[in-house]
């Protein structure tokens, strides 16, 4: 086994995982507070806990985190909607009508777009009604 094989499946400190997954603030510091947030949050994160109770990561760690990373910042998941979907394993896309909390809502539907249309024309109808006595 060379170097740069074992640099690649060694494991990784908590450090490492959150330069890897690009958690640092504006002022350089490194994130640290939020992979272990995360792992009381998701029990998919199982990191290796050594003496000190010094945590190391596998790369199917860092994957998971990053992946968890992506559904909530990217995606616009809540934790609980995050959680939802990694514990259901039959979900194909976060497209399912599951409720996952997801803070933006999809408009790509054409059937959401027609009936919030045809809400709208309710609501004037009624104020119509109202107006007109």
Do not use: C
Request: glycine share 6%.
């Amino acid at each position: 086994m060379n170097d740069t094989s074992k640099k690649k499946t060694a494991y990784k400190t908590i450090g490492e995982a959150a330069k890897i997954l690009g958690l640092i603030d504006t002022n350089g510091h490194l994130q640290t507070h939020t992979i272990r947030y995360w792992q009381s949050q998701f029990k998919q994160i199982r990191p290796s806990i050594k003496a000190g109770n010094r945590r190391y990561y596998t790369n199917k760690d860092i994957e998971t985190i990053r992946h968890i990373q992506f559904l909530l910042k990217k995606k616009g998941l809540t934790i609980n909607g995050v959680k939802k979907m990694l514990n259901n394993k039959k979900l194909d896309s976060i497209d399912d009508p599951l409720d996952y909390g997801v803070y933006k809502p999809d408009f790509n539907s054409s059937k959401v777009i027609k009936d919030k249309i045809k809400n709208i024309l309710k609501i004037v109808k009624e104020i119509k009604k109202i107006k007109n006595g």
